[in-house]
């Protein structure tokens, strides 16, 4: 038989194999360089978002998809189903921030940062689940932030929307127990990506915020320009993603497994005042 007929059977067979992860937001940030770790492991990859985008690894597939949308995902669930692959692990990466003082916050704003953060990533596992619950002992990864535990100021909407999320999946998980279908929050600090440059800062009009909300502003970005590496934090994310066991809430950085022990040992009020005397 001809060699390439041997080659094309067995590039079937491997794919065949080949496990599977979707990724959301994963063309930029710490969802891209997920989609590089995990392709550098054998696994197929697919990652979605709205920005138009090509990957060099012929492993990883990008699906033009808006995660608020439901007829964009089941479209993008559909083609990967036509594919033949079931999804061993999806990632929920796809989220922004936006910044202001609350009382001055549109109801707009509001409503598009629920709409990404928390009915997005709803969505998004909401139409993926036929698929997971097609291999037992899949997983779904929501990349979440401390600031969904410990509320920032001036950032308000954004940890509310990683808050609901958080506890969103902490009844489901229960739900999807029988499936055998894991879920897990990771619960991350200050990462240098492109984030920080995305956030919507909102100015305020009062002069009584002006100088705390500019401060506290600058303090985040310098704090997440100085924070861990994306690679670094994919490696870790990929790492824990094999392992049978996931946690309902995990996080990365030993500041951060302080931080969230302390606020639950902590007085609230006190954790309140030292995030205060940090952010406020």
Known sequence: MPISFWHSAKERSQNMIKPTVVITGGSSGIGQEL??????????????????????EVNIRHLGCDITKAGDLQLAASEIAKAGHPVDILICCAGYGIAGVTEETSLESAR?????????????IQNFLPLLKKKRGSKILFISSVAGEIALPYQSFYSASKAAMNKLLEAWQL??????????????????????????????????????????????????????SANYVA???FKRSQRKYQP???????????FLLLQRILPRKLVLFLVGLLYA
């Not at 990859?45 to 920005?51: A, E, F, H």
């Not at 309902?248 to 302080?258: A, D, N, S």
């Open 35 to 56: 989609a590089r770790v995990y392709a550098a492991h054998h696994y197929q990859v697919y990652t979605l978002s709205r920005r138009v985008y090509s990957w060099k």
């Open 112 to 124: 598009q940062q629920f709409d990404v953060n928390f009915f997005g990533a709803f969505l998004t």
């Open 175 to 228: 739900e999807l127990k029988p499936f055998g279908v894991k879920v897990s929050s990771f619960l991350l600090g200050d990462i240098k990506t492109d984030f920080t440059a995305h956030r919507q800062a909102q100015a305020s009009h009062q002069p009584h915020y002006r100088k705390k909300l500019a401060n506290s502003i600058a303090k985040m970005a310098k704090d997440e320009q100085t924070g861990m």
């Open 235 to 237: 490696k870790v994310i």
């Open 248 to 258: 309902p809430v995990q996080t990365i950085g030993w500041q951060y497994h302080l």
